[in-house]
């Protein structure tokens, strides 16, 4: 089992806040993505990065992939209540046995 | 498109019943996965297919079966239900193997 940690796992902001969430491992992966889920519905890939150092960006949302490939983080600028949900981390597994590992998850809420 | 489709939406069980969660694509996508989902715990794979005829086991495979036999659909086979077992269950497709659509999940609890 590959364990991906994010923290934290609840984040309750305002509206109008920075937030950043984080996603670690020991393990190496050969790409990693990142999920929206909002209650009662499954993930919505947002991005997947794959080279070590990338960073992506999906207007107010930054994503950045490590040097090693072992963590990567997601950074949201001026956030909004639509922002609000459960974001899911998810690593590629780097032997090709078509596996994503996921996160632990964090719980984003932001206040009007 | 409807894309990823799964029933029940809601189940309840008793201890040592048996269902099938029903799962079918209309995307022809090779790909198929079941994950379950614990709160706190991220999402775990149970078993995937590459294609039609072929499945594997995933991370949590244990008091679970599946079959392929058609490129659209995956169903989920629980034959003695466990309380250990209620969690939110989802499925999920791929052309490639990267880039999962995910269906909007079964809510199941075993009493």
């Known amino acids: 089992t590959q364990l991906l940690e994010q923290s934290p796992q609840f984040l309750s902001i305002q509206e109008g806040e920075n937030l950043t969430v984080y996603c670690n491992s020991s393990?190496?992966?050969?790409?990693l993505q990142w999920y929206r889920q909002e209650p009662g519905e499954g993930p919505v890939l947002l991005v997947t990065v794959v080279t070590g150092g990338e960073v992506k960006k999906l207007k107010r949302l930054t994503f950045q992939f490590g040097d090693a490939r072992k963590d990567s983080s997601l950074h949201i600028t001026a956030a909004q209540p639509g922002d609000t949900g459960l974001y899911l981390c998810a690593g590629v597994d780097q032997t090709g046995a078509n596996n994503l590992f996921f996160g632990t998850g964090t719980r984003l809420t932001v206040i009007p | 498109n409807a894309g990823v489709t799964q029933t029940p939406k809601f189940r309840i069980l008793k201890i040592g019943q048996s269902m099938t969660l029903q799962c079918t694509q209309d995307m022809n996508h090779n790909y198929m996965y079941w994950y379950r989902q614990d709160p706190g715990m991220g999402l775990k794979l149970i078993y995937y297919s590459v294609g039609a005829g072929i499945t594997d086991k995933g991370e949590v495979p244990n008091g679970y079966n599946v079959s392929r036999s058609t490129t659209e659909d995956f169903p989920l086979r629980l034959e003695l239900a466990a309380p250990s077992q209620t969690s939110v269950y989802f499925c999920a497709s791929s052309y490639v193997e990267e880039k999962l659509f995910f269906g909007s999940g079964t809510q199941l609890s075993v009493l």
């Open positions: 393990s190496v992966f050969s790409s």
